[in-house]
T-cell receptor, first 115, second 115 residues
């Protein structure tokens, strides 16, 4: 069964550094998403991406965040200058065509620790 | 705005007994409802969804959920619990028909099935 994969599984960085989290969505999916879960809190939507542009973003997704699909398989989340409060589990998801009833399938997550 | 409430942080049930994990929601339009399960060190796995049609939805691993519009609930159920069902369960909602794809998640309910 096809799965969403994410690398690395755990990333440790210093405050102020840039990080790039990588995801490989399910191959025939067209919509891509990032969510995050701060320890002990809810899973929160960050951004959705379709046809090489952002289709929706939350208030959390400010100027320090960016997303990119650099090639036909990868989908990345970049955090330009990390803050302590960016420490969280980041989940990538994809859905087939973005139709109303589409299911989002999630990857295993990247745990980001900012020191 | 859309929201989800999972009133129980933890549910304990004996193996072989029926289980219920509660979820209530709030959306301004049509609710599209989802259940996901998270095992340790794994991502969010899709269990089932309600978009339209029969109020009783059947999903993976013998789980089902009942949509109740008047009570704005979407409780997850299983007739006979297994120890292997022990995990963290998340309910999520989208406002259908708006074009927005962001899922709003509940805080999660930890299911503990005792042998």
């Amino acid at each position: 069964e096809p799965e969403v994969t994410q690398t690395p599984s755990h990333q440790v960085t210093q405050m102020g550094q840039e990080v790039i989290l990588r995801c490989v969505p399910i191959s025939n999916h067209l919509y891509f998403y990032w969510y995050r879960q701060i320890l002990g809190q809810k899973v929160e939507f960050l951004v959705s991406f379709y046809n090489n542009e952002i289709s929706e973003k939350s208030e959390i997704f400010d100027d320090q965040f960016s997303v990119e699909r650099p090639d036909g398989s990868n989908f990345t989340l970049k955090i330009r200058s990390t803050k302590l409060e960016d420490s969280a589990m980041y989940f990538c998801a994809s859905s087939l065509a973005g139709g109303d009833s589409d299911t989002q399938y999630f990857g295993p997550g990247t745990r980001l620790t900012v020191l | 705005a859309q929201s989800v409430a999972q009133p129980e942080d933890q549910v304990n049930v004996a193996e072989g007994n029926p289980l219920t994990v509660k979820c209530t929601y709030s959306v301004s339009g049509n609710p599209y409802l989802f259940w996901y399960v998270q095992y340790p060190n794994r991502g969010l796995q899709f269990l089932l969804k309600y978009i339209t049609g029969d109020n009783l939805v059947k999903g993976s691993y013998g789980f089902e959920a009942e949509f109740n519009k008047s009570q704005t609930s979407f409780h997850l159920k299983k007739p006979s619990a297994l120890v292997s069902d022990s995990a963290l369960y998340f309910c999520a909602v989208r406002d259908g028909g708006t074009g927005r794809r962001a899922l709003t998640f509940g805080s999660g309910t930890r299911l503990q099935v005792q042998p």
